[in-house]
C-alpha cells in the first residue's frame, strides 16, 4: 500500500478506535478498572504519549528546515534580484485569497443566518486578552538576536534572518559559495529527515485522532449545526473551489493534480490543527511532489504558514455574523468592512498552533464593537472546525505557492504532472539509492 494510502487508512482507523473509546468510557462503570485503564492507560497513556512525541518530532524539524531552505532557496537565485518579485506576488496573493475567505463567510453566514433563534447561554464567559499595538507587531518582525529567534520558533524573525544571511551568501565571494554548498548538504539531510518522519506518520497520525476523538464531545455540534455546518461548507468550498479556479485560471495547470498531491499534508493538517506542525510536510510536498523551486517553496511557504490563514479568516467571518445574530446586532455596512479589514489582520497575526484563530477572533469581535464573551458560544464545536480549517490554511499554501513559482518560471512542469514524483518519501529514494548501490 503507498505511503499515503496507509496515512490515510491509520486516520480513519484512529477516527473509528476513538470513537469507539468515547462511547465505552461513556457506558462502562467510571468507578470499573476497565474504565480506569482506557482512560488513563489507552487515551491519556499510550496513544496522548506517542501523539505528543509525534508533534514534537515534527515541530523539531520547522525551524532547521526553514532556515536551510530559505538560504538555498536565496542563494540559487544569485545576485538578481528576483527575490522582490517573488516576495511581492507572494504577499500581495496571500492578502487577496484571505481577503476572498472572510467575503465568503460573512456573505454565507449573512445569507443563511446560522445564529437567527439560538439562546444566549447563561454560561457564556470568556476573557479577551489585550492585542499588542500594530507598531510592536511590525517591529517584531526584526529580530535582535537570531538565536532568540530560533529558540522561542518566532517564523517571521526567523524567516527574515534567513533571508538575510542568503542574500549576504550571493555577494561573498568564494566564501559565500562554500557555506552556500554547505548549506546545500544540510538541505539533503533535513529533507532526509521529513522524510522518515513521514514513514513514520500512520503511527503518530493514528495516535493523536484516537487520542483526540476519545476526548472530543460531539454533543454540542448539534446546539450549533446551523454554525457548524454553515462554516464546514464555506472551508470546502473555499478549499475545492476557490483556489482550484485560481489554479486554474492563473497557470492554466490542472488543480485535480495538486489536490491529489495534498492529502499527505491534509492528513497531518487534520490531525495536528497546526500548519506550523504540518509545515515539513508541506514543504517537502511543495517542493518534490508539485516541482515549486527551492527559491519560491523556501520563501513562500514558511511565510505561508506564519501570515496566510484562509481558513481561520473564514472562521472568523462566519463566527462574527453568528455572534451578532445571537446577541440580535445588525451589523452595518461600516461594520462589515471593518470585519473584512481586521480578519484579514488577525488572520495573519494568529500564530500556526491549534485553537489561537478563536483567540484572535477576540481582536475582530471587539473592533466590530461586538461582546467579546460570544467567543464561549462557539468553543465547544472549534476543536474539529480547526482541524480543517487548518487544511484549508496549509493549502492556500501551496495554491500559492505553485502560482507564484509558475508566473517566476521556477516551477518544473514535469515534477508537477508526474503523478509518482516523491510518491513514497523516502522509501522511494532509499529504493532507488539501493538499486543503484
Ligand atoms: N490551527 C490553525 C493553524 O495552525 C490556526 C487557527 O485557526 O487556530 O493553521
Known amino acids: 500500500m503507498s505511503l499515503t494510502n496507509r496515512i490515510l487508512l491509520a486516520m480513519v482507523a484512529g477516527i473509528a478506535l476513538g470513537s469507539c473509546l468515547e462511547w465505552l468510557m461513556g457506558v462502562i462503570d467510571p468507578a470499573a478498572g476497565l474504565h480506569a485503564f482506557i482512560e488513563n492507560g489507552l487515551i491519556l497513556g499510550l496513544f496522548d504519549v506517542v501523539g505528543r512525541i509525534f508533534i514534537a518530532s515534527l515541530k523539531l524539524l520547522v525551524v532547521p528546515l526553514v532556515m536551510v531552505s530559505l538560504i538555498c532557496g536565496m542563494s540559487s537565485l544569485g545576485t538578481s534580484s528576483r527575490m522582490g518579485s517573488i516576495a511581492g506576488r507572494?504577499?500581495?496573493?496571500?492578502?487577496?485569497?484571505?481577503?476572498?475567505?472572510?467575503?465568503?463567510?460573512?456573505?454565507?453566514?449573512?445569507?443563511?443566518?446560522?445564529?437567527?433563534?439560538?439562546?444566549?447561554?447563561?454560561?457564556?464567559?470568556?476573557?479577551?486578552?489585550?492585542?499588542?499595538?500594530?507598531?510592536?507587531?511590525?517591529?517584531?518582525?526584526?529580530?535582535?538576536?537570531?538565536?532568540?529567534?530560533?529558540?522561542?520558533?518566532?517564523?517571521?524573525?526567523?524567516?527574515?534572518?534567513?533571508?538575510?544571511?542568503?542574500?549576504?551568501?550571493?555577494?561573498?565571494g568564494e566564501a559565500g559559495e562554500r557555506i552556500a554548498s554547505w548549506f546545500r548538504d544540510m538541505e539533503v539531510i533535513v529533507m532526509k529527515m521529513v522524510g522518515i518522519l513521514i514513514e513514520l506518520a500512520p503511527y503518530g497520525v493514528f495516535a493523536l485522532l484516537t487520542k483526540l476523538f476519545a476526548t472530543m464531545g460531539f454533543g454540542t455540534i448539534v446546539d450549533l449545526a446551523a454554525y457548524f455546518f454553515t462554516l464546514l461548507g464555506v472551508l470546502l468550498f473555499h478549499g475545492l473551489v476557490v483556489y482550484t479556479g485560481l489554479l486554474k485560471i492563473l497557470t492554466g495547470l490542472n488543480p485535480g493534480i495538486l489536490l491529489q498531491k495534498m492529502r499527505r499534508v491534509w492528513a497531518f493538517a487534520f490531525s495536528t490543527a497546526s500548519s506550523g506542525a504540518t509545515l515539513p510536510i508541506t514543504l517537502r510536498t511543495v517542493e518534490k511532489r508539485l516541482g515549486v523551486s527551492k527559491s519560491v517553496a523556501g520563501f513562500s511557504v514558511p511565510l505561508g504558514a506564519t501570515i496566510n490563514m484562509d481558513g481561520t479568516a473564514i472562521m472568523q467571518g462566519v463566527a462574527t455574523v453568528f455572534i451578532a445574530q445571537v446577541y440580535g446586532v445588525d451589523l452595518t455596512g461600516g461594520q462589515l468592512l471593518m470585519v473584512v479589514l481586521t480578519a484579514t489582520l488577525a488572520s495573519i497575526g494568529t500564530a500556526a498552533v491549534p485553537g489561537v484563530g478563536l483567540i484572535t477572533l477576540a481582536l475582530v469581535l471587539q473592533q466590530a464593537g461586538l461582546p467579546v464573551e460570544g467567543v464561549a458560544l462557539i468553543i465547544g464545536v472549534d476543536r474539529f472546525l480547526d482541524m480543517v480549517r487548518t487544511m484549508v490554511n496549509v493549502t492556500g499554501d501551496a495554491t500559492v505557492a505553485t502560482i507564484v513559482a509558475h508566473q517566476e518560471s521556477e516551477l518544473d512542469r514535469a515534477i508537477y504532472l508526474d503523478p509518482n514524483a516523491d510518491h513514497d518519501g523516502d522509501l522511494e529514494d532509499s529504493q532507488t539509492t539501493g538499486a543503484a548501490a
Open 90 to 172: 507572494t504577499i500581495g496573493l496571500y492578502l487577496l485569497t484571505t481577503c476572498v475567505a472572510v467575503t465568503l463567510g460573512l456573505s454565507a453566514a449573512l445569507l443563511i443566518g446560522p445564529g437567527t433563534g439560538v439562546e444566549v447561554m447563561a454560561s457564556a464567559a470568556y476573557e479577551a486578552k489585550a492585542a499588542p499595538p500594530l507598531t510592536d507587531t511590525l517591529v517584531n518582525i526584526f529580530p535582535s538576536n537570531p538565536f532568540k529567534a530560533m529558540a522561542e520558533g518566532q517564523m517571521l524573525q526567523v524567516i527574515v534572518f534567513a533571508l538575510l544571511v542568503g542574500f549576504a551568501l550571493t555577494r561573498a
